[in-house]
T-cell receptor, first 113, second 110 residues
Framework: DADVTQTPRNRITKTGKRIMLECSQTKGHDRMYWYRQDPGLGLRLIYYSFDVKDINKGEISDGYSVSRQAQAKFSLSLESAIPNQTALYFC????????????FGSGTRLTVV | DAKTTQPPSMDCAEGRAANLPCNHSTISGNEYVYWYRQIHSQGPQYIIH???NNETNEMASLIITEDRKSSTLILPHATLRDTAVYYC???????????FGKGTTLSVSS
């Protein structure tokens, strides 16, 4: 099994629909992150969580919300999807401290029509 | 947060060393330099990180200048599978997350 699992892998949804992207990790790490990537661009941070009771906004949090259900689970929701939220979404996890690298999931490709 | 500057693209011949530069002139004394790469649309992959000393692992070497204002990632024998976008990131203060820039697109050709 992958260290970081994202579901679904691909999703097409209609404008205005609510959608949830899920992420689970088996690394035992406290920290989890959601990033979005648009074609030809780098990753942009949406939200991050350093423990179950901690939620922080990233660079582009508008239109998104998150839920940290457990140490291993971190979900991203689009309350009312719009076409410019069409992107590749990545979840990641890391240990604490500056010396830890991130482990990323395989991504969820979301298309809003 | 310290910012990084990387060339947008580089080419390398297969079997040769790929040297990817990164400038981070505003880096603070307790900030690490991280390198990640992203192959096509896969999740980014951690390569290496360092604080002051040069580092080497099975994937690459990281050379950090003495003044810490720049670094170079070295892939000693590039292969076609090393074609990817390489991101140099300075880890911000504890309590924040990694911020990715646009990186360098490395193209390895035979």
């Amino acid at each position: 099994d992958a260290d970081v699992t994202q579901t679904p892998r691909n999703r097409i949804t209609k404008t205005g629909k609510r959608i949830m992207l899920e992420c689970s990790q088996t690394k035992g790490h406290d920290r989890m992150y959601w990033y979005r990537q648009d074609p030809g661009l780098g990753l942009r941070l949406i939200y991050y969580s350093f423990d179950v009771k901690d939620i922080n906004k990233g660079e582009i949090s508008d239109g998104y919300s998150v839920s940290r259900q457990a140490q291993a689970k971190f979900s991203l929701s689009l309350e009312s999807a719009i076409p410019n939220q069409t992107a590749l979404y990545f979840c990641a996890t890391s240990g604490g401290g500056a010396g830890y690298g991130y482990t990323f999931g395989s991504g969820t490709r979301l298309t809003v029509v | 947060d310290a910012k990084t500057t990387q060339p947008p693209s580089m080419d390398c011949a297969e079997g040769r060393a790929a040297n990817l530069p990164c400038n981070h002139s505003t880096i603070s004394g307790n900030e690490y330099v991280y390198w990640y790469r992203q192959i096509h649309s896969q999740g980014p992959q951690y390569i290496i990180h360092g604080l002051k000393n040069n580092e080497t692992n099975e994937m690459a070497s990281l050379i950090i200048t003495e003044d810490r204002k720049s670094s170079t990632l070295i892939l000693p024998h590039a292969t076609l599978r090393d074609t990817a976008v390489y991101y140099c990131i300075v880890r911000p203060q504890a309590g924040t997350a990694l911020i990715f820039g646009k990186g360098t697109t490395l193209s390895v050709s035979s």
